[in-house]
């Protein structure tokens, strides 16, 4: 079994920063991709940002404003988000895309979610 625990969600002020973290644990063979989604109430679930290797890739509305990171040896992937706006207000999720074994296909494993709030 994969597990990916999220933490360093909260409240702040707009102007704000966080730093959320995700672990992925269990029975990884390879991690490729590891990124951040977001939901807001009533809408869809948006990708933040996402890396693969040494690419990274992020959503139009936090670019300059938030910063993925990874630490390969902790399978854990890190979102700096710095500026905060009241319409990062959303419960963000983690995300791989990981194999369990060398025969394993490519399976997408997501946190439990964890809530952001920007107060204005």
């Known amino acids: 079994q994969v597990q990916l625990v999220e933490s360093g969600g909260g409240l702040v002020q707009a102007g704000g920063s966080l730093r959320l973290s995700c672990a992925a644990s269990?029975?990884?063979?390879?991690?490729?991709?590891m990124g951040w989604y977001r939901q807001a109430p009533g809408k869809q679930r948006e990708v933040v940002a996402k890396?693969?290797?040494?690419?990274?890739n992020y959503a139009d509305s936090v670019k300059g404003r938030f910063t993925i990171s990874r630490d390969n040896t902790k399978n854990t992937v890190y979102l700096q988000m710095n500026s905060l706006k009241p319409e990062d207000t959303a419960v963000y999720y983690c995300?791989?895309?990981?194999?369990?074994?060398?025969?394993?296909?490519?399976?997408?494993?997501w946190g439990q979610g964890t809530q952001v709030t920007v107060s204005s």
């Open positions: 995300n791989a895309v990981l194999a369990s074994n060398s025969r394993s296909n490519w399976y997408n494993y």
């Open positions: 269990g029975s990884i063979f390879r991690i490729d991709s």
């Open positions: 890396t693969n290797g040494g690419s990274t």
